[in-house]
């Protein structure tokens, strides 16, 4: 049987259009990790393990409550209260693993497919440097199912960083990873694109000498990130980016989106969002 876990290696972009240009980019690498794989990728593979230390290494408590507990069984839930059953169809998790025992993922992307291969939902798990996670759940439209397309939207719910506001949606644009790797996000207010991200890279075989030689090629990797966070952060302020004040974390650790929201959001000026706003 194939193997549908994968190594990924590209990079992360970052571009901010006011009030203040600014831009960013990095280079990473990730891991798409089938949800049912990952125990046997640890009896076969020397340089990653599940829940202890190594080179490379993944740990359930780093995703979904932060308890542990397996992940399927949470994202299967996620998805009970979003109206979508997917059987027995694969989960892919895609996010940066730990390096010698660190990570900080800005966001892990949960690929959810049916039993045929559809790509039936996409669960958007987004960390911020404050230590609080929030779980978008959003179902893909059945025109794109087939082609693995993702264009959906949902409406921010989590405080990620002190330059932006609350008042945002974001845009998902890409394709379920394959060969490349694609995924863009907007953020949108009432005045229009805020800030856009884009995520690519190039799929490996998820073998030893792969992760030894993204290793090397991008040590200390995910303690980058967090460092790279800051010095960003310390530019926009030098820069005269406003600061904004952090609101209490949302009741509900997950955004769910039903099928009847599955189109845009449509952004209008004004102080009120609850047209069109998702369940949270």
């Given at each position: 049987m194939?193997?549908?876990?994968?190594?990924?290696?590209?990079e992360?972009?970052?571009?901010?259009?006011?009030?203040?240009?600014?831009?960013?980019?990095?280079?990473?690498?990730?891991?798409l990790l089938d949800l049912a794989e990952i125990e046997?990728?640890?009896?076969?593979?020397?340089?990653?393990?599940r829940n202890r230390f190594n080179l490379i290494s993944f740990h359930d408590r780093d995703h979904g409550d932060g308890s542990g507990a397996a992940l399927r069984p949470q994202i299967e839930t996620f998805l009970a209260r979003a109206d979508l059953d997917i059987g027995d169809g694969p989960i892919r998790l895609l996010t940066m693993p730990r390096v010698l025992g660190y990570v900080f993922n800005p966001i892990s992307l949960y690929y959810c497919h049916h039993s045929d291969g559809r790509l039936a939902a996409m669960v958007y798990e987004v960390t911020s440097t404050f230590?609080?996670?929030?779980?978008?759940?959003?179902?893909?439209?059945?025109?794109?199912?087939?082609?693995?397309?993702?264009?959906?939207?949902?409406?921010?719910?989590?405080?990620?960083?002190p330059f932006m506001g609350?008042?945002?949606?974001?845009?998902?644009?890409?394709?379920?990873?394959?060969?490349?790797?694609?995924?863009?996000?907007?953020?949108?207010?009432?005045?229009?694109?805020?800030?856009?991200?884009?995520?690519?890279?190039?799929?490996?075989?998820?073998e030893?000498?792969?992760?030894?030689?993204?290793?090397?090629?991008?040590?200390?990797?995910?303690?980058?990130?967090?460092?790279a966070i800051h010095w960003e952060a310390l530019k926009l302020w030098i820069k005269g980016v406003g600061l904004t004040r952090q609101p209490p974390p949302a009741w509900d650790p997950v955004t769910i989106q039903h099928r009847a929201h599955e189109t845009r959001l449509a952004r209008t000026p004004g102080p009120s969002r609850t047209e069109g706003r998702l369940t949270s």
């Open positions: 194939t193997q549908a876990s994968a190594l990924y290696r590209g992360v972009m970052h571009r901010r259009l006011r009030p203040k240009a600014h831009r960013l980019n990095y280079r990473v690498f990730w891991l046997g990728l640890e009896r076969r593979l020397r340089l990653f393990s230590g609080v996670r929030h779980a978008y759940v959003v179902p893909v439209s059945e025109p794109d199912q087939a082609a693995g397309l993702i264009r959906q939207s949902a409406a921010k719910a989590l405080y990620v960083s609350m008042e945002m949606d974001y845009v998902f644009r890409g394709h379920a990873p394959g060969a490349r790797l694609d995924l863009a996000i907007d953020g949108v207010d009432a005045e229009g694109l805020l800030i856009t991200a884009a995520m690519s890279g190039e799929r490996r075989a998820l030893d000498r792969a992760l030894w030689s993204a290793t090397a090629a991008l040590p200390l990797m995910t303690l980058k990130v967090m460092a």
